[in-house]
């Protein structure tokens, strides 16, 4: 028989208790939103290493959702307390809430949230996961504290007036709205940036002849300058400023706060990707930026060519030809687009003609793998790909009795296949393009490509003077009154209509239908140049430093 005895009557909550409680469980509902925006929504660092650490915003959010879910279920026991303790089994809200608040204390010691935030913050660029793993933290503690009393007693929220319970409420939402702006305002690293943009427009050509000098401009000696787009570009370790080819910024993209020990620019890692438009750069503890080379505007930041380094290595440097991100590393090569940063098409190991580790040359046109094949009969096997598909153009054969494998090196568009033979065998192959690769002929003499568009400029080793090969016409020519070296300065230019090149410390000129000197060698003053460049209408005369603290730029123009 059920016995029809009332519930004795157990003391209810204070109305102040009760008014903490209601926000305490809006702070709650708070946390965990914010802890599954920061795991789920908010971007992460890239650049964060594996370890404690780079663990800590991931680990902190899914306990702020754990923590904060299981006191919003042990609150929403607390209305069958009053009947549990009538039937003698104790107030089970009384013994979960100090656990769970024990688990809490030992969670954030072993975590070490407020030292390992402190680090990451100062030396790490800023990123939104971080604060709001934090900020939903900050969130259920606080929630959890102000529900605390819920546990002495069965709440009684009836007894509560509506209006002071819509204030209680409303100061929680309040609060919560107010830690959810200050964790994102925290977490937009675009603070620290002084960017501007330009508005998009097509890039001037390079010119076709040298022209007179026009100006010229200083900039740091431990700037690098990278010339193309529409004039060149100046890193420092602040960042990255584009200028129009007259000396008027055009763009910037700068961190005026950087530091070496915090979040610097790497100014040795700028490659330029004139078929693409886009210049790329590398910040220290932040990682890999893409920009478009006229407007300035970012185009990717985390990209698979970010992700990849664990997976193909390296980026590929300037030597290797590189018209084009890639990354390779002990005969695996992969190719990006610059544009979104996503992996195109890969080479790996097994794709090699043999066992051999390959070698991969670049070119605008094609890439080409070298692979080494010894056997009964030692064979170089070339193929050349697309660098769009990575689709298989040509593929070449090479029976060279060659105990090491060649020596690959690229200049321009041209590639240079060198076997360490004797003197009276075939030694060298020299290409500029697939069709020349299928045609090519194997030379005695080992030539030192200086620069190539099709045709080639090149020098035989040990030797100074220069020829004019042009395998379309099948001629050779030697270019007139140039007897020197020019290794310890700038390499030759081919345009269409001219052959420029530094000698000591003039500038000399032929005209490239009959290799006749056009005029006389043009000597610049207070300029040891080292470098000569095409770019944007110019052409520009990098002079070196010598014991200043800045260098010289002089630019010519038709």
């Known amino acids: 028989m059920t016995s029809s005895a009332p519930l004795p009557r157990l003391p209810d909550y204070s109305r102040p208790v009760t008014l903490a409680a209601i926000p305490g469980v809006v702070l709650l509902l708070g946390g965990v939103l914010l802890g599954a925006y920061s795991v789920f929504v908010a971007a992460g660092n890239p650049y964060l290493p594996t370890g404690s650490d780079a663990d800590l915003p991931g680990t902190l959010g899914r306990f702020a959702i754990g923590f904060g879910t299981a006191v919003l279920l042990l609150q929403a026991t607390l209305c069958w307390s009053r009947r549990a303790r009538a039937a003698g089994l104790g107030n089970p809200a009384a013994v979960l809430s100090p656990v769970l608040l024990v688990a ?52 009684r929220v009836w007894t509560v007036e509506r209006r002071p319970a819509a204030i209680a409420a409303g100061s929680g939402v309040l609060v919560c709205a107010v830690v959810a702006a200050s964790a994102l305002y925290l977490g937009d690293d675009s603070r620290f940036v002084d960017a501007s943009t330009a508005a998009d427009a097509v890039a001037p050509s390079a010119p076709h002849r040298l022209g007179t000098e026009r100006s010229r401009f200083t ?27 007259d000396g008027t910024p055009r763009w910037h993209h700068l961190r ?50 970010s992700r990849d380094s664990g997976r193909f290595g390296r980026v590929l440097p300037d030597q290797f030809g590189a018209p084009f991100p890639a990354r ?72 060279v009795p060659a105990r090491t494998p060649p020596q690959v090196t690229v200049v321009d568009d041209a590639v240079a296949i060198t076997w360490a033979l004797g003197s009276d065998e075939p030694s060298q192959l020299r290409f500029g393009s697939v069709r020349q690769l299928e045609s090519a002929a194997l030379t005695e003499r080992v030539h030192v490509v200086a620069a190539a568009d099709g045709d080639t400029i090149s020098r035989p080793a040990g030797g100074q003077t220069l ?56 000597r610049l003053v207070s300029c040891t140049p080292t470098r000569l460049v095409r770019a944007a209408g110019r052409t520009f005369v990098v ?14 123009r038709p």
């Open 104 to 155: 809490w204390v030992v969670v954030t010691w072993k975590l070490r949230v407020l030292s390992t935030a402190s680090r990451l913050i100062e030396t790490h660029a800023a990123f939104p996961q971080l604060p709001t793993a934090v900020a939903a933290w900050i969130l259920v503690l606080v929630g959890t504290v102000l529900c605390l009393g819920t546990a002495l007693a069965p709440p």
């Open 219 to 245: 900039v740091a000696a431990d700037d690098r300058v990278i010339f193309g787009g529409h004039g060149y570009f100046v890193g420092s370790s602040k960042g990255v400023t584009a200028y129009n080819a």
């Open 256 to 305: 005026p706060d950087a530091t070496e020990d915090t979040v610097g620019h790497n100014t040795d890692s700028m490659r330029h990707f004139p078929a693409e438009n886009v210049l790329l750069t590398y910040w220290h503890r932040l990682g890999w930026k893409a920009f478009d080379t006229s407007t300035g505007r970012v185009l990717w930041t985390e990209s698979e060519f």
């Open 328 to 399: 390779g590393e002990d005969g695996v090569l992969a190719r990006y687009d610059a544009r979104t940063g996503q992996r195109l098409w890969q080479v790996t190991k097994a794709d090699s003609p043999c066992s051999s580790i390959p070698t991969f040359a670049m070119t605008p046109t094609a890439v080409y793998l070298v692979a080494h094949c010894p056997g009964d009969e030692v064979v170089t096997v070339v193929l050349a790909m697309s660098p769009a598909t990575g689709e298989t153009l040509a593929r070449r054969e090479i029976a």
């Open 467 to 522: 020829v004019l090969h042009e395998p379309a016409a099948n001629l050779v020519r030697e270019i007139p009154g140039w007897q020197r070296n020019w290794d310890y300065a700038g390499k030759p230019i081919l345009t269409a209509d001219e052959i420029m090149t530094i000698d000591t410390d003039v500038i000399r000129t032929w005209r490239r239908a009959d290799l006749v000197e056009t005029t006389a060698a043009r």
């Open 543 to 556: 002079c070196g430093t010598g014991a200043g603290s800045m260098q010289t730029i002089v630019v010519f």
